[in-house]
């Protein structure tokens, strides 16, 4: 499935900077799931 965001929401949310990108890789690595997982609505991404 090809997801879509949002251009609502993408205009409302900045985008990760390189060190809380890294942050994010480095948690999920470590705690071994995501723990907000993404929320799709129809392809499209809500949360």
Do not use: C, H, S
Not at 31 to 38: A, E, K, M, S, Y
Request: proline share 6%; net charge negative; no cysteine.
């Amino acid at each position: 499935m090809d997801l879509q965001i949002d251009k609502e929401f993408a205009e409302k949310i900045p985008p990760l900077t390189k060190e809380e990108y890294e942050q994010l890789e480095a948690n999920i690595l470590a705690d071994g799931r995501v723990i907000n997982p993404l929320i799709v609505w129809n392809g499209v991404i809500v949360w």
